[in-house]
Nanobody
């Protein structure tokens, strides 16, 4: 399996900022990673469905949920196989578990999709 490790979640006051990171790595089962087509962030608030926050392709094309446009910025370092989410002007409604996703991960053993375990973001005064 391809492994995703997230970091950067936590508690922040409304109007504050957080930066999430997610690094992808291969395993003994999947082998080394050659490329990752798209990496993105999804979130799931309590009692709600998981929703797309932002996604970025290997070529740098991005897509954002309307609710975060102008406040969140997604970026990636292809060499480090890492995606970042800079979250500014955070609102209480941004509170959720944030999940990293890697789509069409090409490895020595095949092509995989992968999800991280999630990191909690809480926006509260």
């Amino acid at each position: 399996q391809v492994q995703l490790v997230e970091s950067g979640g936590g508690l922040v006051q409304p109007g504050g900022s957080l930066r999430l990171s997610c690094a992808a790595s291969g395993s003994a089962a999947s082998g080394s990673i050659f490329s990752i087509h798209a990496m993105g962030w999804y979130r799931q608030a309590s009692g709600k469905q998981r929703e797309l926050v932002a996604v970025i392709t290997s070529g740098g094309s991005t897509n954002y949920a309307d609710s975060v446009k102008g406040r969140f910025t997604i970026s990636r370092d292809n060499a480090k196989k890492t995606v970042y989410l800079q979250m500014n002007s955070l609102k209480p409604e941004d509170t959720a578990v944030y999940y990293c996703n890697a789509a069409r991960v090409v490895t020595t053993s095949g092509v995989y999709d992968a999800w991280g375990p999630g990191t909690q973001v809480t926006v509260s005064s």
